[in-house]
């Protein structure tokens, strides 16, 4: 058992986590301010905005979630545009 610094760690910055700071986001700890952050573009979450990867215990916005997990592959000529008319 630790002497000091014994609870649980903030998976950001590794530092205690005590319960009045604490947000919980995939299976891991963070502190409320500062830590609670996208990990791509460090823009600031809360419980509607975040998005989590519990693979390697990482929390993203969502639009840097879509972007790094999301589908890929379809691009251009896969609209509307790109339908012909066969003409009957």
């Keep these: 058992m630790p002497q000091f610094g014994g609870g649980k760690k903030c998976g950001r910055c590794d530092k205690s986590v005590y319960a009045n700071e604490e ?20 823009k600031s979450l809360d419980s509607k905005t975040v998005a989590e990867r519990k693979e390697n215990n990482e929390i993203y916005c969502k639009a ?4 790094s997990f999301g589908p890929k592959g379809y691009g251009y000529g ?11």
């Design 23 to 42: 947000i919980i986001a995939a299976g891991t700890s963070f502190h409320k301010r500062g830590c609670f952050t996208c990990r791509d573009c460090n």
């Design 78 to 88: 896969g609209g509307a545009g790109a339908l012909t008319n066969t003409g009957i």
């Design 64 to 67: 840097c979630y879509g972007r």
